[in-house]
């Protein structure tokens, strides 16, 4: 005798043998006990959820000699001809292959015809979408006006590709991937009616491997038996299938909490020996970062991650080791690697992705960095900046008037707050200037060689070249001075009025001279203050 496949065998018949798809029974349900039957149905949703199948009940739904009913007898010859798929008045047509306008009109030519022995003629068109664009248009007059007797029932897995002139014609439904759960029940109650002993674990992984379509987990069953017997567990789907064990994800992660590239690399290695295939193993280990992130964000649930409890507690335990921006750079790395294999060597290209993992370095807050740095020196409550500069303040016996000083009172809202000490004014007006730089370039470039001649508490004097007068007389616009006192004020703690002078017995350096010079004192700064070398080590720093 001919082995029917499972996929078939366990066809539903009745719309409420139909799984996960209530919203679709219920509405087909009340249009058969109303009598609301539409003339033109499209059935759109992923593959294997039912969708040729509904079309195939409603068609005998509707042309059982007792219909139109929600139950079809199975015994009248019209229920038996459509089960058995050579009924006259059902026409299933593929919209792939017969996708021309000469298909279409030979169709607008045969829906003429009364049906042979049931109430409707119903025509099923599957992969509708395939259909060329006059074919549709061909078809537009016939759908909006069938004889009374005709239905029309479109099946796609891309609706979006199809006329809105079409879509407007037809009563829409749309199926969904079908839950895990539901699966699992099914398969498991399909297993038990073929006596076949089947695993929770391993009904899960073909759950899991069917991605919401029924018909797709019934083929995979079938596969499984034919391989290894009735007796069907995790191992042997594994092993069939060609998929890598949950168990070696767990593993796979430890190593690499335990930054162990060695063991990572012999556990891959140790895979593929197995036989499992390199672009399954990197969906794989996506799914299983993608189900440690959700864990970690408390989204861990038997639905969610689609697991059973026993994986989604190993899961809940393993995503702990792990900040979640950790896991997220993780998981771009696996997805970045999805793309990469396809158009290099698979096993290198997943290698090196592994290692990056293993090196990847650990996500530090800015706060903890900060604390990290006050530990180092807890003496100092800011951060103590000195540098030696070209310009210094004028001595009293030089300007009788100018006078260093350290101001009693510091603002400390802002970062670049400096605590005055001696030669820090210097230093924070370096910071001026580089802070200029960033915010308004344009003004940065005109205090060039600018020196800070002297200050005192109220004012900075500013000293131009003999060669720079004019680069004073745009600093000296109000819209620049004020600005440039405003980011002073912030920089520094203090307001300060700034006063502009030009000093005609002094030539400006070379460009590109003073630029090497500011870079020596850094340096120097850097080996001198060892906090300051601590905060460019740690931010990963240089000095430009």
């Known amino acids: 005798m001919t082995y029917t496949i499972l996929a078939r065998k366990y066809r539903p018949q009745k719309l409420s043998e139909l799984a996960g798809q209530e919203q679709v029974v219920v509405t087909l349900d009340n249009a058969i006990k109303l009598n609301r ?29 007792k219909g139109p009913t929600v139950e079809p007898c199975e015994r009248c010859d019209n229920c038996k001809e459509i089960r058995d798929s050579v009924s006259l008045d059902v026409i299933e047509i593929d919209g792939a292959s017969n996708n021309s306008v000469d298909d279409i009109r030979n169709l607008r030519e045969s829906v003429k015809f009364a049906s ?28 909006e006006e069938p004889p009374s007797h005709v239905i029309f029932i479109f099946a796609t897995t891309e609706p979006n590709e199809i006329p809105p002139t079409v879509l407007s014609r037809c009563q829409r439904f749309n199926f969904k991937r079908i839950h895990l759960p539901i699966i699992v029940d099914r398969v498991r109650e399909i297993a038990r009616a073929e006596k076949m002993d089947l695993s929770e674990e391993a009904a899960y992984l073909l759950a899991q491997r069917a991605e919401g379509s029924l018909r797709d987990v019934l083929s995979l069953l079938d596969q499984v038996v034919a391989f290894g017997g009735e007796k069907i567990t995790n191992e042997l789907v594994l092993k069939t299938l060609g998929l890598v064990n949950q168990e070696v994800f767990f593993t796979l992660t430890e190593h690499i909490f335990k930054k162990n590239g060695q063991a990572v690399i012999s556990l891959f290695n140790q895979i593929l020996d197995e036989g499992a295939d390199v672009s399954e193993f990197v969906n794989s280990l996506n ?7 959700l864990a970690k964000l408390g989204l861990a649930s038997e639905q969610i991650l689609e697991l059973p409890q026993v994986y989604v507690e190993r899961y809940q335990k393993a995503s702990g080791q792990f900040d979640e921006r950790d896991l997220l750079r993780m998981l771009k790395i696996v997805q970045e690697l999805g793309s990469t294999i396809k158009n290099a060597d698979p096993k290198i290209s997943t290698e090196m992705a592994l290692l990056r993992l293993v090196t990847l370095e650990e996500t530090v807050k800015i706060e903890e960095l900060l604390s990290r740095i006050k530990e180092t020196n807890p003496s100092s409550g800011e951060i103590q900046l000195s540098r030696t500069t070209a310009s210094r303040p004028m001595e009293e016996k030089e300007s009788g008037s100018a006078k260093a000083f350290q101001p009693s009172e510091i603002k400390h809202g802002t970062a670049y707050a400096v605590k005055a000490e001696s030669g820090d004014i210097q230093s924070g007006w370096q910071l001026v200037l580089e802070k200029l730089k960033k915010e308004k370039p344009s003004l940065s470039s005109f205090l060039q060689d600018v020196q800070l001649a002297a200050f005192d508490e109220k004012e900075l004097h500013l000293e131009f070249a003999g060669d720079r007068a004019f680069q004073k007389q745009l600093v000296e616009k109000r819209e620049n001075l004020s600005y440039l006192q405003k980011i002073a004020e912030e920089i520094l703690g203090s307001p300060y009025k700034i006063k502009l002078a030009v000093n005609s017995t002094k030539a400006s350096p070379a460009g590109p001279a003073s630029t090497k010079q500011a870079k020596p004192d850094l340096e120097e700064l850097k080996q001198k203050d060892p906090l300051l070398k601590d905060i460019l080590d740690t931010f990963q720093g240089e000095v430009i």
Do not use: Q, W
């Open 287 to 293: 799914l299983h970062f993608r189900n440690l992130l």
């Open 37 to 65: 039957i539409a003339h033109a149905y499209l059935f759109a949703g992923p593959r294997g959820t039912g969708k040729t199948t509904t079309a195939r009940i409603l068609a005998k739904s509707l042309n059982c000699v």
């Open 116 to 143: 042979a022995s049931g109430k409707y003629k119903v025509y099923i068109i599957d992969e509708v979408h395939m259909l060329s664009e006059s074919a549709f248009n061909a078809l537009l007059k016939t759908l």
